[in-house]
Structures are given as structure tokens and as C-alpha cells.
């Protein structure tokens, strides 16, 4: 009898850990359709933010299941076993030193403080973001799958892909899981449903060019803002965190299809 709890919990975690690999195959599959720059460099990389949340809410041991998710994703690439191997250690280090490093900074998952957020922009995502990036590029090199004249270049896009993965997906899955339930009363949940909908209509008229007005040539990128202090004054840290979550996915996901005020002249889509 007394081993049944130990068999339980152990297979509580092995579920938990493949749930995990799951959601960041998933995420990473996700990501490669926005690669721009070489199959394997994208605009950004959800599934950095999604590894770097459950290191930080779950614990370092979660690390087995980020890297079964990530070479799985690598493999589905095309890589040589060894070079999609080299990547998912990036990945799985990348997200373990951002762990570390805001473990050393006593961060608090609600980002209540300013010091969690500084912590979250300069360690998590501009920092630990640098290990899979040199990690990643170098072994494609390595592997003969890019050429090493465009290591600079592949680098700084593969580092700016991570960090606003971080940015934009581990606020919301930090606030959220930190959090306590939500006790909204009936206009809470109301004025979070019109918040939501209409920050959806103009970020797709904006970013996604919809409905076809013509307003190119306009800073209505700014159109945003009002939304993002709305859910601060009124919705809260998860509230903020769900807008930006909202307005930056709709915004990446308009400039890589070639739409949006984000899109340079002359670019191709």
C-alpha cells in the first residue's frame, strides 16, 4: 500500500511530462511557419516562453520533457539526428539558465514588482536567450545545413526569435498560473469579453490590413496602446499580460504574412 502513492505520483509526472513535450512540439510547429530567414530561424519562438514558464512554475526537472519536444520538432526539419540533437540541448539549457537566473534574482512568477519584470526582459529573454542562439546556429554551421558567412545573421534573427518568445508567452502562462482564481462578478467578465473582441477587430484591421481602408501611410500601430492600459487599469497583471499576448501575436502574425505597418518597403513576404 505504501508504494501505491510513490507509483502515483511518478505517474503523475511522467504524464505531466509528456503533456509538456506535447505542448512544445506543438508550439515549436508553430513557430517553424513563421521562419524567414532559414528553416530553422523565425520571427519568433513560442515555445521558448513556454519552456521557460514551466522551469520556473514546475522546477528544473521538467527539463527532459523540453528536450524530447524539441527534438522532435528539430526532426521534423529534416536534421541529422546529431545536429537536431545539438538544437534541442540549446533549447533545454536556454530555458534552464533562464531559470537559474531568475531563481538568483528572487523572481515572483506574479511580476507584481519592478524588479520581476526588468528580470524577465534582461536575463530571461535578452540573456539565457543567447545560449540555444549560439548553441543553434553554430551547430547548423557545424552540420553543413547553413553556411558559416551567414552565422552573424542567422544568430541575431535566431536571438531575436527567442526573446520575443519569451516576451510574449511566458508573461501570460507566469500571471496566469501564479494567480489566484478569478471572482469577477458578471461585469467583469463583460467589459473582459468587449475588451478582448474589440482589441481583435482593430488589431486585424490594423495588422491584417482587413477591410481595406488604405491606411498604410499612418502610425496605427499606436491604436493598441489604449487597449494595453485599459486591461492595466482595470483587468490587472493577467489582464495586461493577456492583451499583450493578444495584440503581439496578431501583430507577428500579420507582418510575416506581408501585412501591417511592421512590413518594410521592398521586403519580401
Known amino acids: 500500500m505504501a508504494d501505491e502513492p510513490v507509483r502515483y505520483r511518478s505517474a ?49 526537472s521538467v527539463w527532459p520533457a523540453i528536450a524530447l519536444g524539441a527534438l522532435l520538432a528539430n526532426l521534423t526539419v529534416h536534421e541529422p539526428l546529431g545536429t537536431a540533437a545539438a538544437l534541442a540541448a540549446g533549447n533545454t539549457l536556454e530555458a534552464l539558465v533562464g531559470g537559474w537566473l531568475l531563481r538568483r534574482l528572487g523572481f515572483r512568477s506574479s511580476l507584481e514588482r519592478l524588479r520581476d519584470v526588468l528580470g524577465l526582459i534582461v536575463f530571461a529573454a535578452g540573456v539565457s536567450t543567447m ?21 552573424r545573421s542567422l544568430w541575431w534573427n535566431w536571438w531575436i526569435g527567442d526573446a520575443m518568445g519569451n516576451l510574449v508567452m511566458a508573461p501570460l502562462l507566469l500571471v496566469c498560473t501564479s494567480a489566484s482564481p478569478l471572482r469577477w462578478d458578471r461585469g467583469h467578465v463583460v467589459e473582459a469579453a468587449a475588451l478582448s473582441g474589440t482589441l481583435v477587430a482593430v488589431s486585424l484591421v490594423v495588422f491584417a490590413g482587413w477591410l481595406g481602408l488604405g491606411l498604410d501611410g499612418y502610425p496605427l500601430q499606436y491604436t493598441v496602446f489604449p487597449f494595453v492600459i485599459w486591461a492595466a487599469l482595470r483587468l ?3 489582464g495586461t499580460a493577456t492583451v499583450t499576448f493578444i495584440a503581439s501575436g496578431l501583430a507577428i502574425w500579420s507582418t510575416v504574412n506581408g501585412s501591417g505597418p511592421f512590413v518594410m518597403e521592398g521586403a519580401e513576404a
Not at 15 to 26: I, K, N, R, T
Open 12 to 60: 503523475s509526472r511522467l504524464v505531466l511530462g509528456l503533456a509538456l513535450a506535447a505542448v512544445y512540439f506543438g508550439a515549436a510547429k508553430l513557430g517553424l511557419t513563421m521562419a524567414f530567414v532559414a528553416e530553422q530561424v523565425t520571427t519568433v519562438w513560442p515555445a521558448t516562453g513556454i519552456a521557460l514558464a514551466a522551469v520556473v512554475v514546475l522546477g528544473p
Open 131 to 151: 545560449v540555444s542562439a549560439t548553441i543553434g546556429v553554430t551547430s547548423l554551421c557545424l552540420g553543413g545545413v547553413q553556411p558559416w558567412w551567414a552565422f
Open 236 to 238: 490587472g497583471q493577467r
